[in-house]
C-alpha cells in the first residue's frame, strides 16, 4: 500500500464512524408514527408506509449494482442528499401527496446506504493491520451510533412537546453534518469496482445462495424485516392509549415516545457492543435464532395486554437488531467479493422490505377505521406475532435440513 493510499483510508477510518452516526441517528423515529396521524387517517398512514417499502424494493438492486459498478462515495453522497430532502418535505409538508413524495425521497436515501456504508467501512478496515478486528470494530461503533441515536430521539420527543415536526427539524441538521463528512471521504475500491452489466451481477448475486448459510440468512431477513417493525412502526400509539398523560399535568404523548425509545436504544446499545462476544459463545445460527424469540414474545405482550408492564416488553425491542447486525456483516462480508458485495447485500434488503411492504398494503386494505383503537392496533399486532412464529419455525427446520 502506498503512501497516498494509507493517507486515504486512515481519513475514512478517522470519518467514516461520525458519519455513520449522524445519518443513522434517525432522531424523528420516536414520533414519526403520531407525526403521521395528526395528518392521516390510519388506513392512509398504512398506505403512506407501503409506499416507502414498495420504492424501496425497485431501488435496492440497482443502488447496490450502482454502488459495485460507480463506488461507494458517490452512491454515499446520494444516500445522503436524499436524506436531507426527505426530512425537508417532512418539516414543512403535511399534506397525503408531499409525505408519499418523502417517501420516496427516504427510501433512495435507505437504499443507496443500504450494504454500501457497511461495505465502505468493512474494504476500508480490511486494508489495515485491523482487519481481523472487523466484527468487533463494527460492533463498537454500532453501540455508540445507538447511545447518539437515544439522545437524539429523547430530544426529538422533547421537542415534539412543543411541534412534532421539530423531531424532523433535528433529523436535517443532523443530515446535513452527514454530509460534510461524506464528500470528504477517499474511494477505495477502485481496483475492484464490477465490470459486469446489471443481469450479470444479478445472476452472480443469485448464485451466492447456493451458500446455505447465505441463504437461510435471506431467509431471517426476509422474516426479520416484517416482525421487527410491528413492535417499532405502532409502540408510539400503544403508548398513547395508556394514557399515560393522564398522570402528568400535560397532554404529551411525544415526550413519552421519546423517552422510550431513547431507553430501548440505549439498553440495546450495550447489546449491540458485546454482539460479537456473544456470538463466539453461543454460535451464529443461536444468535439469529434468539433474535425471532426476542421479537416473538414482545409482540405477544403488546398484542393481547393493553398494559403498562408491556412497556418492559416494549423496551427490548431494540435489542434483536442489535445483536444481529454486526455478527451478520462479519459472518457474510468475507464470503462475498467486493465487486459484488452491495449488490448482494442489497439484494437481502430487497427480500426484507418487499416482505413488509406487501404486509402494510394487505393490511391497509384491511384496516378500515377512521382513528386507530385498542382492537384495530392489537389485531396489526398479532399479526406481526404470528409471523414471528412462523419465521422461527421455518429458520429451525432450515437449520436442521441443511445442517447451518
Given at each position: 500500500m502506498n503512501a497516498s493510499s494509507t493517507s486515504d483510508i486512515n481519513k475514512n477510518l478517522k470519518l467514516y464512524p461520525w458519519f455513520f452516526i449522524l445519518f443513522r441517528s434517525y432522531a424523528w423515529a420516536s414520533i414519526f408514527f403520531l407525526y403521521f396521524l395528526k395528518h392521516l387517517p390510519i388506513e392512509q398512514v398504512l398506505l403512506l408506509e407501503?409506499?416507502?417499502?414498495?420504492?424501496?424494493?425497485?431501488?435496492?438492486?440497482?443502488?447496490?449494482?450502482?454502488?459495485?459498478?460507480?463506488?461507494?462515495?458517490?452512491?454515499?453522497?446520494?444516500?445522503?442528499?436524499?436524506?436531507?430532502?426527505?426530512?425537508?418535505?417532512?418539516?414543512?409538508?403535511?399534506?397525503?401527496?408531499?409525505?408519499?413524495?418523502?417517501?420516496?425521497?427516504?427510501?433512495?436515501?435507505?437504499?443507496?446506504?443500504?450494504?454500501?456504508?457497511?461495505?465502505?467501512?468493512?474494504?476500508?478496515?480490511?486494508?489495515?493491520?485491523?482487519?481481523?478486528?472487523?466484527?468487533?470494530?463494527?460492533?463498537?461503533?454500532?453501540?455508540?451510533?445507538?447511545?447518539?441515536?437515544?439522545?437524539?430521539?429523547?430530544?426529538?420527543?422533547?421537542?415534539?412537546?412543543?411541534?412534532?415536526?421539530?423531531?424532523?427539524?433535528?433529523?436535517?441538521?443532523?443530515s446535513i453534518g452527514a454530509l460534510f463528512l461524506v464528500l470528504q471521504f477517499k474511494e477505495v475500491n477502485a481496483e475492484t469496482k464490477s465490470k459486469a452489466s446489471f443481469i450479470d451481477q444479478l445472476k452472480i448475486s443469485f448464485n451466492y445462495w447456493k451458500v446455505p448459510k447465505l441463504l437461510w440468512v435471506t431467509i431471517f431477513v426476509f422474516f426479520f424485516t416484517i416482525v421487527t417493525h410491528f413492535p417499532y412502526e405502532y409502540f408510539q400509539k400503544y403508548i398513547d392509549l395508556l394514557n399515560l398523560s393522564d398522570f402528568s399535568s400535560f397532554n404529551e404523548t411525544p415526550l413519552f415516545t421519546g423517552?422510550?425509545?431513547?431507553?430501548?436504544?440505549?439498553?440495546?446499545?450495550?447489546?449491540?457492543?458485546?454482539?460479537?462476544?456473544?456470538?463466539?459463545?453461543?454460535?451464529?445460527?443461536?444468535?439469529?435464532?434468539?433474535?425471532?424469540?426476542?421479537?416473538?414474545?414482545?409482540?405477544?405482550?403488546?398484542?393481547?395486554?393493553?398494559?403498562?408492564?408491556?412497556?418492559?416488553?416494549?423496551l427490548m425491542r431494540s435489542i434483536p437488531s442489535a445483536i444481529s447486525g454486526s455478527p451478520i456483516v462479519a459472518e457474510i462480508s468475507p464470503l462475498i467479493k467486493d465487486s459484488e458485495r452491495a449488490t448482494y447485500m442489497s439484494i437481502n434488503s430487497l427480500v426484507g422490505r418487499f416482505g413488509y411492504g406487501m404486509t402494510l398494503l394487505i393490511l391497509s386494505n384491511l384496516v378500515t377505521v377512521a382513528e386507530a383503537d385498542w382492537s384495530t392496533l392489537s389485531f396489526l399486532l398479532k399479526v406481526g406475532f404470528y409471523l414471528a412464529i412462523l419465521g422461527l419455525v421455518v429458520l429451525v427446520a432450515f437449520k436442521k435440513v441443511r445442517k447451518i
Open positions: 407501503s409506499i416507502y417499502y414498495l420504492a424501496a424494493v425497485f431501488l435496492e438492486v440497482p443502488s447496490g449494482y450502482f454502488s459495485d459498478r460507480i463506488g461507494r462515495k458517490p452512491t454515499l453522497i446520494i444516500a445522503t442528499v436524499a436524506q436531507m430532502a426527505t426530512y425537508g418535505l417532512f418539516f414543512w409538508g403535511e399534506s397525503f401527496t408531499v409525505l408519499a413524495i418523502a417517501q420516496i425521497f427516504f427510501a433512495t436515501s435507505f437504499t443507496f446506504a443500504s450494504g454500501t456504508d457497511k461495505s465502505f467501512y468493512y474494504e476500508s478496515v480490511r486494508r489495515t493491520k485491523f482487519k481481523d478486528d472487523y466484527g468487533q470494530m463494527e460492533a463498537s461503533l454500532t453501540k455508540k451510533a445507538m447511545f447518539f441515536r437515544a439522545f437524539s430521539q429523547l430530544l426529538a420527543g422533547v421537542l415534539g412537546i412543543y411541534a412534532i415536526e421539530y423531531g424532523y427539524g433535528l433529523s436535517l441538521v443532523l423517552i422510550v425509545a431513547s431507553a430501548a436504544i440505549f439498553i440495546a446499545a450495550f447489546f449491540a457492543g458485546s454482539s460479537i462476544k456473544l456470538r463466539n459463545k453461543i454460535g451464529f445460527t443461536n444468535i439469529i435464532l434468539l433474535t425471532m424469540v426476542v421479537n416473538a414474545v414482545t409482540l405477544f405482550g403488546m398484542s393481547y395486554f393493553l398494559s403498562s408492564w408491556v412497556l418492559l416488553l416494549i
